[in-house]
Every structure is written in structure tokens, then in C-alpha cells.
């Protein structure tokens, strides 16, 4: 902890940075929890990035970092850089922004949107389009993406994202939650005799699955959902695993297994009968850990174009 004397002195040394070398390879050292990632990123060597560390902790007479001689993670950061540390990235995302301003035309009605393919092409597209049709001042740019980007690198103001409601520098809020559950064809369901209730064992069931993200982060699983609703699987689950949400379930759609379905993506498939859930739904579904959330820079909070259709997507939502 540091002392009263050393915050006032440590208060005058900002007043005349010198270290901002040292700084910015702190940051990229603690985001890659090694000195090697930094220097790739940072286009230098590793021992360059470990020497403006250590005189950034000369300068500052605090140690940053505790080095491990072995082990897999040989740097981590210290009780105080764990503290200092969202800030000093906070402070470089906004400095990379606002440089990305002096360049960039502003474009004050167009509003740029992070959602995953799965999201944007099974949810989010067709409410954007009733969202233009009501605020026709407004132009919409749809990044997709499996992983959560750098929203001020890519210059994102709002996202929907699935998860738990935690990302690093990033505010969060609640739009919806999920059940999950089983769905096929309803041919598929007669094929195999899937009436109102699992078969004792899936053995020669196809299923498929989803690993889009690992299901050890809470990401829907069949073994969750064997677990949430206590119907029996096989000890070793077979079938087609895709990383992709929305070619599981067109795989589903045309009749080539069972898949587990997330109620929020498969609202059009479930209308026209394309597919079903061949249970008992209220008995065997469950809900989702993962839920669906708006996520936008802190530092866009008050800006009008984010507040204006993060309230209206909220108002859609039932």
C-alpha cells in the first residue's frame, strides 16, 4: 500500500510524465500475462518490454509484476497493478479513440452494432429493420462476431452479447434470458420415436452440438441439460459438434439430428412448425445460466445515439 508521503510525491511526478513508454508496456503486459505478448504486439523485443517495465517500477517504487521462474503462468500482476490496472486500459482505449477522431468524419446518426452471426442473423437483423422504420434518421452497421472485440478500436457503440453479464471495461445490462431445449423435425421426432418424453438411453439418437463456447464458461450444454432436468445420457456423448449456433440448428431443420434449442434464436422456426420440441417442454427445459445482454463503452453512457436504441431494443423485449 502506498503511503501519504509517497501519493504526494507520486501526485507531482504525473504532473510531468515521462514514462508513457513504460506505461503503455505495462498495459500490454498484463493483457498477455507475458512479456513476449506484449513485445509482438508492441513490435519490440521482449527484453525491451521487461526493461521499460522495470524502470516504470523504479520510477514508481512499486512492483508490478510477481515473476515465476516456471510454471504456466510465470507473470502475474501484483495486489497494486490489479488495482491500477482497468484504469491505465481504460485510459488507452480512450486515447486510441480519441486519436481515432481527429481522422475519422463524424457520423452522428449512424450507430454501430457488435452482436454474434448467430445473434444478429437469428434475432437481432429483423428487429433492426423495425427499429429504422421508426427512427429514419438513424443509418445501422451490424459487426458480427464469434468473440467479444475491442469496442474502441473498432469504433463499436453497442452490442448484444451472450454471457454472464462480465466483460472488462465494459457496462452491462439485461435484455433477456433463455430456456433451452431439445428440437427436431417433426419427422425426425416420428423416425426415432421421441414421444412426449426422453427414451431411457440416445444411444443411436444423432445429436448435435454446439461449441460455440465452452461449456465449462456456463455455455448451454447437453450434459446441463441432462443435469437440469434428469433425463439419462449415454457416458459418452457422439454426434456432429459445430461452433456455430445457427448452423446447428439448420442442420437441425432439415432432419439430420436433435439439437438443443435456445428460445430466443429459434422463435421462427418453433412458429412455422419447421421444428419442435419433441418433449414435454415445460418439463424439459431449463434455464439458461448464459443470458442475453447490451453492452457499450463506459464512456458512452451519455451518448444520445446509444441510449436512444438501447432503450427502444429494452422496449421490444417481452
Not at 172 to 185: G, H, K, R, S
Not at 231 to 243: R, T, V, Y
Not at 256 to 266: E, T, V
Request: glycine share 6%.
Amino acid at each position: 500500500m502506498m503511503d501519504a508521503s509517497k501519493k504526494r510525491s507520486f501526485r507531482g511526478k504525473v504532473n510531468r510524465i515521462a514514462y508513457l513508454n513504460g506505461i503503455r508496456a505495462f498495459e500490454a503486459a498484463a493483457r498477455h500475462h507475458s512479456f513476449a505478448g506484449a513485445a509482438q504486439e508492441l513490435n519490440v523485443t521482449p527484453a525491451a518490454v521487461g526493461q521499460q517495465v522495470r524502470q516504470l517500477e523504479d520510477w514508481l517504487d512499486i512492483r508490478l509484476f510477481n515473476r515465476a521462474t516456471s510454471g504456466s503462468t510465470r507473470l502475474t500482476l501484483t495486489e497494486e497493478a490489479l488495482r491500477a490496472f482497468p484504469d491505465i486500459h481504460r485510459g488507452f482505449d480512450l486515447i486510441t479513440r480519441g486519436l481515432s477522431n481527429l481522422f475519422d468524419e463524424p457520423e452522428e446518426n449512424t450507430i454501430t452494432i457488435s452482436a454474434s452471426p448467430s445473434i444478429a442473423s437469428k434475432w437481432l437483423l429483423s428487429r433492426i429493420n423495425a427499429f429504422q422504420l421508426e427512427k429514419e434518421d438513424c443509418d445501422i452497421q451490424v459487426e458480427t462476431d464469434v468473440a467479444l472485440v475491442d469496442y474502441a478500436e473498432r469504433g463499436i457503440d453497442i452490442g448484444v452479447r451472450y454471457g454472464l453479464g462480465h466483460w472488462d471495461g465494459l457496462c452491462a445490462q439485461l435484455l433477456m434470458f433463455e430456456d433451452i431445449f431439445p428440437v427436431c423435425t417433426p419427422e425426425f421426432a416420428k423416425k426415432y420415436g421421441l414421444e412426449r418424453s426422453p427414451p431411457d438411453e440416445f444411444e443411436g439418437i444423432p445429436l448435435l452440438h454446439d461449441y460455440s463456447v465452452p461449456a465449462s464458461s456456463g455455455y448451454p450444454s447437453w450434459q446441463e441439460w441432462s443435469d437440469n432436468v434428469g433425463a439419462p445420457l449415454p457416458a459418452k456423448l457422439h454426434g456432429l459438434k459445430i461452433n456455430d449456433f445457427a448452423s446447428v440448428i439448420e442442420l437441425a431443420r432439415r432432419g439430420n439430428g436433435l439439437a438443443l434449442g435456445r428460445s430466443r434464436l429459434i422463435e421462427d422456426e418453433l412458429a412455422s412448425g419447421e421444428l419442435i420440441c419433441p418433449f414435454d417442454r415445460d418439463s424439459y427445459q431449463f434455464r439458461s445460466r448464459f443470458c442475453y445482454f447490451l453492452v457499450w463503452k463506459n464512456e458512452a453512457s451519455e451518448e444520445e445515439r446509444v441510449s436512444v436504441f438501447r432503450d427502444w431494443l429494452l422496449s421490444t423485449v417481452s
